[in-house]
């Protein structure tokens, strides 16, 4: 088969692409590897900044978002037992969106499957053909092999996809941080701690107090990433969670059964350039950030994005956003990076940190409680940068 735009990865970036694509007239293939059920199983990002918010009501895909999601207006730090708000609306003039990544996957979904779209799921052996020339994809489904002839190819399929080992060893240039713990995150069907987040740094290690509903709560703590996680038993991660919270948030937590437990992986990585010949990245697959500025999934939507309006515009006769995507989306990559291991940083206890590093990050979270000044840089980058 030939179409205009092979897109390999059917999570939120790919989907994205492939709606907002279609809406221009222009004909894509997703290639996923997964079944539909496993894309939505992925228990992921929670808050949308403002950006992702308007670009997902600008391409028909925010309705549901606007009826079951939650605007927040701010968000608690909390240092040595006590909190603070920082309310980046009133200091910023926006919001974020509290709305799982799961329910903006499958509203992706349910956007493809109205207009037909071609999504392919356990697709398997994708491989990526002669992106220097002729560009093709194949791969192998229900024992049958296929060919897609495209125009260009967009790698949408994360970390660990093929897309980004496609580029040359000697073209590609990558930076890494690997942070030397995980996030153990918990789902329970419990109250929220709070009406807002709760990011708090405790001598134990970092805690966050999130939520997906009124009756849906999120909560991670900083642990070894290689902790099995049979030793985190829902009692003992309860207790946890308790001893890093503030006491007065910690005495009226409601808690319950795990419905979904598992630790993930922190690191920063960024993968330059994001396009080589007809192939570009996309989200994941160029760029990782640890989760504790909620930028992940936000970065896929901007990335989808730049890369639609550049597609479009090369179909109208215009080059200059394929040439110019690769420099575009990377400069809003690493402003988002620089936020998110900065959030990190401060928010997390390093085993190098010893007392003074400690009493330097108990300074900082002082001197943002008590700076507007601290407080806006801090809520412009949590609420999202201009696109
Ligand atoms: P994704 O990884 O979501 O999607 C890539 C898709 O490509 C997958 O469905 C995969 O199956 C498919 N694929 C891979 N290789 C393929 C191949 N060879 N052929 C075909 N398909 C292939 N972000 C936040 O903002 N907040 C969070 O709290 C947060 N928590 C996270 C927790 C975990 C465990 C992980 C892994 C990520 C988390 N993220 C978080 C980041 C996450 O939300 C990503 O930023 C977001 O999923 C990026 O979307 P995509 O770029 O579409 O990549
Ligand atoms: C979440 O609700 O999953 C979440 C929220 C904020 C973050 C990270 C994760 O910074």
């Not at 009501?57 to 309705?63: A, I, P, T």
């Not at 024992?143 to 580029?167: L, N, P, Q, Y």
């Not at 099995?228 to 991660?237: G, R, S």
């Amino acid at each position: 088969m030939r179409v205009q735009v092979c897109i390999i990865g059917g999570g939120p970036s790919g989907l994205l692409l492939s709606h907002i694509l279609h809406r221009a007239g222009i004909e894509t293939i997703v290639l996923e590897r997964q079944t539909r059920d496993y894309v939505l199983s992925r228990i992921r990002a929670g808050v949308l900044e403002q950006g992702t918010v308007e670009t997902l009501r600008e391409h028909g895909l925010g309705d549901r978002m606007d009826r079951e999601g939650f605007p927040h207006g701010g968000t608690y730090v909390a240092a040595r037992n006590r909190g603070f708000r920082v309310g980046f609306e009133a200091l910023t003039g926006k919001r974020v969106m509290v709305y799982g990544q799961t329910e903006v996957t499958s509203d992706l979904y349910a956007a493809r499957d109205a207009a037909g779209g071609a999504v392919v799921h356990e697709a398997e052996h994708v491989a990526i053909h002669d992106a220097g020339g002729t560009p093709h994809v194949t791969y192998r489904k229900d024992g049958a092999e296929h060919r897609v002839d495209c125009d260009w190819i967009a790698g949408c399929d994360g970390f660990h996809g093929i897309s980004r080992k496609t580029i040359p060893k000697d073209v590609l240039r990558t930076v890494e941080r690997v942070y030397p713990f995980g996030w153990l995150g918990v789902l329970s069907r419990t109250k929220p701690a709070d009406d807002e987040l709760i990011y708090a740094n405790h001598a134990r290690g970092f805690a966050l107090a999130s939520m997906r509903n009124e009756r849906l709560s999120r909560y991670y703590i900083q642990a070894p990433v290689d902790d099995p996680l049979d030793k985190w038993t829902d009692e003992a991660f309860w207790d946890e969670l308790r001893r890093r919270l503030p006491s007065d948030v910690a005495e009226a937590l409601e808690t319950g059964p795990s419905i979904e437990k598992s630790i993930a992986p922190l690191r920063s990585f960024v993968a330059e350039p994001m396009r080589w010949n007809r192939l570009f990245l996309v989200g994941d697959a160029a760029h990782i950030v640890p989760p504790t500025g909620a930028k992940g999934l936000n970065l896929a939507v901007s990335d989808a994005r730049y890369l639609s309006e550049a597609l479009i515009a090369h179909y109208g006769g215009d080059d200059a956003g394929i040439d110019g995507y690769s420099d575009r989306a990377l400069a809003r990559v690493w402003k988002a990076t620089r936020f998110s291991w900065w959030f990190t940083t401060l928010m997390h206890r390093f085993p190098e940190d010893g007392t003074f590093g400690a009493r330097m990050k108990e300074a900082e979270i002082d001197y943002l409680e008590g700076s507007e000044a601290a407080q806006t840089v801090m809520a412009e980058n949590y609420v999202g940068l201009p696109f």
